[in-house]
């Protein structure tokens, strides 16, 4: 943080769960009131770690990776990031290009 600062740079960590809905609304409408109106984000990092760790195939059935398991990962590390991405658009907060 102290070497982007030392830039003249602001970076602001948020430390929410990113699925959850209610806080990415919190949480851009904080970016939205940190930003004046005619300026952007430049970097929008979705870095998150969380789904599903079995195995694809096992020869046990009963351990091998499930519908559920692959949508709960999919929902959670991909899907959200087209949500995050949407909800700072409708703010107003990426450029074009």
């Known amino acids: 943080i102290n070497q982007i600062k ?3 740079r602001e970076a602001i960590f948020y430390n929410v769960n990113a699925a959850d809905e209610e806080k990415r609304k919190e949480v851009v409408a904080d970016i939205r009131e940190r930003i004046p109106k005619d300026a952007y984000l430049k970097v929008m990092m979705h ?3 969380f789904g599903s760790l079995k ?10 990776i499930t519908r559920a398991n692959i949508n709960m990962t999919m929902e959670v590390m991909a899907h959200t990031l087209v949500y995050w991405s949407q909800e700072l658009y409708w703010k107003d907060l990426l450029g074009h290009g």
């Open 6 to 8: 030392s830039l003249g």
């Open 47 to 49: 870095s998150l770690a």
């Open 55 to 64: 195995a694809f195939i096992d020869q046990e059935p009963s351990k091998a």
